[in-house]
């Protein structure tokens, strides 16, 4: 009797180990599935600055590139090496006309070092978007995002 009373705490303890390891599991997926953003519409204009941005900032120059318009792409001269990249585009506002649209947003410029560690810097700007056979493309692009490879592409 005295063997079969030992295994019962046994058993209870490896149940509550197995649940706090549960619990832990859950919690970490919790945790790193809520990521980024959801992503916007694409058909809409902020969902083309969502993802022009999101281009600029991972240095992915060809799909940056994908959404501007030809007037756009024939003023981009590259990207401006001495600038630093915003680390985060936030959303502002969406004024959408009927073929054209302005989209507000918030840059956030992270500036490692200095005497008291890492600073911020944020400022407001805007892109504006025309339609081309039905689909939003950036038309000027804030200084600060300003990546491309300068050659017109035809679309």
Request: glycine content about 8%; some cysteine.
């Amino acid at each position: 009797m005295d063997d079969h009373a030992a295994r019962k705490p046994d058993r209870i303890l490896l149940a509550i180990v197995g649940v706090v390891v549960v619990l832990v599991v859950v919690a970490l997926a919790v945790v790193f599935s809520r990521g980024g953003p959801a992503p916007l519409d694409e058909a809409s204009p902020a969902g083309v600055v969502q993802r022009y941005s999101a281009a600029v900032i991972d240095g992915d120059t060809a799909t940056a590139d994908s959404y501007l318009t030809d007037a756009a792409r024939s003023t981009c001269r590259g990207s401006y090496p001495g600038a630093p990249r915003p680390t985060r585009v936030v959303l502002i506002s969406t004024t959408e006309r009927t073929d054209t649209a302005t989209v507000r947003v918030s840059l956030v410029q992270t500036s490692p070092g200095g005497p008291f560690g890492s600073s911020e810097y944020e400022s407001e700007d805007a892109f504006s978007l025309i339609k081309v056979n039905g689909k939003w493309m950036v038309d000027q692009v804030p200084y600060p995002l300003m990546s491309c490879t300068g050659s017109p592409v035809k679309q």
